[in-house]
């Protein structure tokens, strides 16, 4: 599966983004979707994650309650709304397809594809 990932941009601190990543090429509905960043200097960090139905959603502690991950499996997309953007969300955001049918979505290797990522940088 091909995963393109957009909506970055620059915001505000208390801001809002929404990132969308588009998947092509297999049944989308087949594979969980995780979003992560990474940030200059550090390692990639698990953001969220959702199962292949959308009924279940899986935060970082330090996005729980500010971001929401959601799916429409019809239209082949997965989205991050961001809100109350603080500057430490600054990275880039990389969203990621897994094929497994773990409960794992932490894991940066228990995903099998990888969009391009999008930047995002938070001002204070």
């Known amino acids: 599966v091909q995963l393109q990932a957009c909506g970055g941009g620059l915001v505000q601190a208390g801001g809002y983004l929404r990132l969308s990543c588009e998947a092509s090429g297999r049944t989308f509905s087949n594979y969980g979707m995780g979003w992560f960043r990474q940030a200059p200097g550090k390692e990639r960090e698990f953001v969220a994650g959702i199962s292949r139905s959308g009924g279940n959603t899986y935060y970082a502690d330090s996005v729980k309650g500010r971001f929401t991950f959601s799916r429409d499996n019809v239209k082949n997309t997965a989205n991050l709304q961001m809100n109350s953007l603080k500057p430490e969300d600054t990275a880039v955001y990389y969203c990621?397809?897994?094929?497994?049918?773990?409960?794992?979505?932490?894991?940066?290797?228990?995903?099998?594809?990888w969009g391009q990522g999008t930047l995002v940088t938070v001002s204070s």
């Open positions: 990621a397809a897994k094929a497994t049918y773990t409960p794992n979505y932490i894991s940066n290797q228990q995903y099998d594809y």
